[in-house]
């Protein structure tokens, strides 16, 4: 029974591959590949795992880890929200973010994890430890969250992902993944998720790999008309055989005319999409040319996200600092936002600095604001970082300024990275709130059949990164600290002992002469 | 015995109402003293919290890891706030500090301010009150004298004024750095011990070791205080043991209001250097450089340097016992892991207690430069490195060995002026002659 179970579950593994295409306002393009993976939920008697077209390593990390839900991302650029509206994926600062939710909740499987995570996608993720993971509350729902701020995403990263594909680099939209492009771009980010869903009653394993990149055609020497052959400088292929769906779907904007004519056109939350399926075209994927219908011209100013945060780090010196963080809210209702961030020890915090300043975008006037709810965990030296998470409610055209001050510490020698001088990434605060309309992630996300409620659609604001220099102690001087130090401290044990030994006696008679007192 | 024979002209100069006058007009300029410390403290505090807060308030020569007010309020904060504050990186103060602030951190910033002055200008009414205890109690007034001295020429009044007007300790109590209550502790322990109150000189001591760990070697002279009524043996082993008791007290009730998480924070801490914040001392540059294999080795050969002086010393001194403890409040100052100027000043205040020995000292010019170069060399040099970015650790650091071998030269020196001064005690007629060391 259970072998014929497997046997079955192996045959209704399901892969989709979809790529949306927005131009941007300011005519750059925005490429979001999303290849989904399905296979029901392994039975707790199912000792023995088949995989069909589901990565095995995947899975078979997934299991030894106790992993309930996984999100890996590696990101290369900022996104800019104020031009390009909001983004399709994580917005994260540069780095890789791991978030995962583990059964058991033991350190040990969250360092399997990482570091089995680290040796499949070819990144530093085994330098994920308890001095750089979080365990939020209210951000990310009991999850464990760890950020790498240093970490950069190249194509040793991109291979092992391009692989974990059923049809690899060779067909279908995988084809089109090619390295000269994909990282001569303004963002770039790439992850995996890995997530339990419910499909018609039935628990299944869901494998979601998303690339974005915001790629800009005149850096190509393309101008107001291209095709998308063009812009990845690849060939289409014919869809991937074992997709049950291949589509190129191109968010519609006025400014934007496509040959050939799209299979449909969809309408979703407020969008029109068009549609090139493969199925329609005898499985071959359609190679749309896009003509621009003003050219230079024909630049948009972006409608921003409800919710924008920038970070700043405040403050001069090599001592101290402090942050500012302003979390702006375009809308018209008030908005609950929670807000994360977490600093390495090294950068004390002094929460009792903390303060909350609202002003209206409308009239300018400010008044300050106490937190819903507020989580504070210190940091301890060397063992964990601080975290602070608040829950604000943002008045409807304003903007929140949060500022706390921390002292940098001082490290020992060898706790400097090999470019001391150039200071340490800090992790981006994160900003999570729930959009009051479907927003663009949420809408690709109905569009490409997740399961996701619209209500349960959370949309995270990652701030910048910034760059903290704490003050370096001289590199070359060990020996010398030693030998002068100890010399004071020899010096102070020689005279004391010479006071505590030794007595002042009188010379007399023939010595007298000797020594004057 | 010759000795008491010449002291005994020295009280006996002055006619009776004389000195009911002295002691009198005394005791109105030391109340002026301390009236004017404290004014002055509190005008800077309130005309210039400005000031206060951007150029002393970070000053790591005045406030440490260990005495910071800035991380006091923090702890405050979080356990007012129900977060254990001794659970993170920031608060490693003693939990009775937190007691003490309790109230205040709910009232105005002015009670605060005013508790850190009352606190400082006790020290100086304490100190005081030691120099008049030399003066007047009969085992320190009636001790032989060197021939043609005159007797106590700095009266308490002006060894108040001495403490109190110190720039360094302007200066601490001002940026409200909590070692102002271990220096309160400590001169308290000295001055029950000096009247034969051991029991509550013992508490203070305890309360002392509790703030600032270090005081915990002025158990020895104490016990050798109380050696001077009754059977030294037996007092020894009672004051250590009242001692301990007293410890352990504090530290079961901490613990269980705390969890042992408060030990690991305060004394585990500062016995393991584990912030490594420059201060004056020698601990943090010396634990920057080390090479990680050999840093518990040095830990232990550093703090034990300091604390192995505590019996050596008090008993070199076993005849003065409050010098004896005044040169371990000196050892502590230079030797302890989280110094600040705070930790000299007080040793300083206590120096003019026996200001007899000013004139055997050898090398004060030496040390005085010694001590001004370091002292204002410091700020000039953090500067440079922190703020300008033109220096680099390199030359805060020499500024704290100038300084640290100015302590240590003083120290020296006034340990050696107390035996000189000694022998010529017991040989008055040779005081003239050449002596040397042997």
């Known amino acids: 029974m259970a072998l014929l179970g497997s046997g079955r579950a192996g045959s209704t593994e399901s892969f989709t591959e979809d790529l949306v295409v927005q131009v941007l306002p300011d005519n750059k393009v925005l490429l979001h590949f999303e290849f989904n993976l399905q296979r029901p939920q392994p039975t707790s008697n199912d000792t023995q795992h088949h995989y069909h077209m589901f990565p095995r390593q995947l899975g078979e990390i997934a299991h030894r880890h106790n992993v309930e839900s996984l999100h890996l991302q590696f990101t290369q650029g900022n996104w800019r929200a104020e031009q390009w509206g909001a983004p399709t994926v994580n917005a994260q600062g540069v780095g890789a973010e791991v978030f995962a939710r583990i059964t058991n909740d033991s350190d040990a499987d969250w360092r399997g994890l990482t570091n089995a995570l680290s040796g499949v996608f070819c990144a530093s993720l085994n330098f994920i430890d308890t001095t750089n993971t979080n365990r939020p509350r209210r951000s990310f729902a009991g999850a464990r969250h760890a950020h790498l701020p240093r970490e950069n995403v190249c194509t040793e990263n991109l291979t092992p992902w391009i692989k974990q594909l059923p049809c690899q680099g060779v067909a279908g939209l995988g084809a089109l993944l090619n390295p000269y492009r994909l990282y001569n771009m303004h963002f770039h980010a790439m992850a995996v998720d890995l997530a339990p869903r419910s499909i018609g009653g039935q628990p299944v394993l869901a494998y979601k790999q998303t690339l974005a990149v915001v790629v800009d055609p005149k850096t190509f020497g393309l101008d107001g008309q291209w095709t998308l052959a063009q812009l990845v400088d690849r060939e289409m292929r014919p869809a991937c055989a074992v997709a049950k769906r291949s589509t190129v779907r191109v968010l519609q904007s006025d400014r934007v005319e496509l040959v050939p004519a799209p299979d449909r056109v969809d309408a979703v939350n407020g969008h029109t999409v068009s549609v090139y399926d493969a199925a329609a075209r005898g499985g071959e994927l359609t190679d749309v040319r896009f003509t621009m219908s003003s050219g230079r011209a024909g630049r948009q100013r972006a409608t921003p996200p409800a919710i924008v945060a920038h970070r700043f780090v405040t403050g001069h010196g090599g001592s101290s600092g402090g942050v500012e963080c302003a979390i702006v809210n375009h809308s018209d209702q008030p908005m609950r936002v929670s807000y994360m961030d977490s600093l390495p020890w090294y950068l004390r915090l002094y929460m009792h600095t903390l303060t909350a300043q609202a002003e209206s975008l409308l009239n300018g006037e400010t008044h300050s604001l106490t937190p819903a709810y507020m989580l504070y965990t210190p940091a301890v030296d060397r063992g964990r970082p601080a975290l602070v998470e608040l829950e604000l409610d943002l008045p409807p055209q304003s903007r929140v300024t949060l500022r706390y001050d921390f002292d940098k510490g001082f490290l020992k020698y060898s706790e400097h990275p090999p470019d001391a001088n150039r200071g340490f990434n800090i992790g981006p605060a994160i900003v999570t709130y729930t959009p009051k309309e479907a927003d663009l992630a949420c809408t690709v996300g109905a569009m490409l059949g997740d399961a996701v409620q619209p209500e349960e659609c959370v949309a995270r604001v990652y701030t910048e990164l910034f760059l903290a220099s704490l003050p370096t102690p001289d590199f070359s001087m060990p020996y010398n600290v030693i030998t002068f130090t100890c010399t004071i401290l020899a010096l102070f044990f020689g005279r004391m002992f010479n006071l505590l030994t030794r007595d002042f006696v009188v010379l007399r008679g023939g010595q007298k002469d000797k020594k004057k007192d | ?438």
Not at chain 2, 233 to 248: C, D, E, H, I, M
């Open chain 2, 1 to 438: 015995m010759t000795e008491e024979k010449q002291s005994a002209p020295r009280a006996s100069e002055q006619t009776k109402p004389n000195i009911e006058l002295a002691a009198r007009r005394e005791q109105g300029k030391l109340i002026k003293v301390l009236l004017a410390g404290s004014a002055l403290r509190l005008i800077i505090m309130l005309l210039f919290p400005q000031f206060v807060e951007q150029h002393l308030a970070g000053r790591v020569e005045l406030s440490t890891p260990v005495t910071s007010y800035k991380r006091l309020v923090e702890g405050l904060y979080l356990s007012s706030h129900g977060v254990s504050p001794f659970d993170g990186g920031v608060f490693h103060q003693s939990p009775l500090l937190l007691l003490l602030f309790k109230i205040p951190y709910y009232l105005p910033e002015i009670v605060t301010n005013l508790v850190f002055i009352l606190a400082d200008a006790a020290v100086a009414l304490v100190l005081a009150k030691i120099t008049g205890a030399r003066h007047s109690l009969p085992q320190f007034s009636q001790r032989a004298g060197v021939p043609g001295e005159q007797a106590f020429a700095c009266p308490p009044s002006v060894v108040a004024m001495l403490y109190l007007f110190n720039p360094l300790m302007i200066g601490t109590t001002v940026v409200k750095s909590t070692i102002v209550f271990s220096h309160l502790a400590v001169v308290l322990a000295l001055y029950m011990g000096m009247h034969g109150k051991i029991n509550a000189s013992v508490g203070w001591a305890a309360v002392a070791a509790h703030l600032s760990l270090y005081p915990a070697m002025l158990v020895v002279p104490i016990a050798l205080m109380a050696g001077k009524r009754q059977m030294l043996r037996s007092a020894v082993v009672q004051t250590v043991a009242k001692f301990a008791v007293a410890v352990l007290a504090l530290h079961v009730a901490f613990t269980m209001a705390f969890g042992k998480q408060y030990f690991l924070a305060t004394f585990d801490f500062t016995l393991r250097v584990a912030d490594l914040q420059p201060n004056v001392g020698l601990f943090w540059y010396f634990f920057i450089e080390i090479f990680d294999e050999f840093r518990s080795f040095f830990f232990v050969v550093f703090q034990l340097t300091a604390l192995a002086f505590a019996v050596p010393v008090s008993w070199r001194f076993r005849r003065e016992p409050v010098f004896g403890a005044i040169m371990l409040v000196g050892v502590i100052s230079a030797l302890k892991a989280y110094p600040s100027w705070g930790d000299l000043a007080l040793f300083l205040g206590l120096l003019p207690v026996y200001e007899e020995l000013f004139k055997y000292l050898q090398y004060s010019f030496l040390f005085g430069n010694l001590l001004m170069y370091g002292i204002g060399l410091a700020p000039v040099f953090w500067h440079l490195w922190i703020e300008q970015g033109s220096g680099n650790a390199n030359f805060f650091y020499a500024a704290t060995l100038v300084y640290e071998f100015g302590q240590i030269t003083m120290l020296f020196d006034f340990g050696s002026a107390m035996l000189r001064r000694e022998l010529d005690i017991s040989e008055p007629e040779t005081r003239t002659h050449a002596v040397i060391q042997e």
